[in-house]
């Protein structure tokens, strides 16, 4: 996932609980097949899940609620969920660990909060109006509703000039 690629750039890998396969793996797994069931079948804690999914436990007042989800999985999942669960069930072990030590905790919390700058909205939206949506950001600021509406109209004015 791109999102992990950058934040463990930015915090790094060790103050992160990545999971699951890299590219290389799923495109080693495309040339062989994915399978649900044979991870349905080999993971007690997927079956579980996943039958409880089924058979309404978590929506006992409409009990078919998950079934176009449990269908997905089972059939037509891309995203090869079921082939991560047994890595993601050992990050969470890993999780369940550190939270326990307070001090430790605290540590890769602050060091997560201090690599997040890179993420900010602004850098973000910026990027994505010059490199995804091709339209070059602009300082022009957009009064809010309850300015007067000379405000307003200053503002369209300056928009038809451009």
């Known amino acids: 996932d791109g999102a992990n690629v950058e934040m463990a750039e930015e915090a790094g890998e060790e103050n992160l609980f990545i999971f699951g396969m890299r590219v290389e793996d799923v495109a080693e797994m495309d040339k062989k097949g994915y399978d649900a069931m044979l991870y349905y079948k080999k993971i007690p804690e997927l079956k579980e899940v996943m039958d409880q999914i089924a058979s309404g436990f978590f929506s006992p007042k409409t009990p078919e609620l998950f079934k176009d989800l449990t269908n997905m999985l089972f059939k037509h999942d891309r995203f090869k969920v079921f082939a991560d669960f047994e890595d993601y069930l050992k990050s969470q072990?890993?999780?369940?660990?550190?939270?326990?030590?307070p001090v430790e905790w605290t540590k890769m919390v602050i060091k997560?909060?201090?690599?997040?700058?890179?993420?900010?909205s602004d850098r973000t939206i910026a990027e994505y109006a010059t490199e995804v949506w091709g339209v070059k950001p602009t300082d022009l600021k957009i009064p809010p509703p309850n300015e007067p509406r000379e405000a307003i109209e200053e503002t369209v004015k300056a928009l038809k000039k451009m």
């Open 93 to 101: 072990e890993k999780v369940n660990k550190l939270y326990k030590n």
């Open 112 to 120: 997560n909060i201090a690599a997040t700058g890179k993420f900010s």
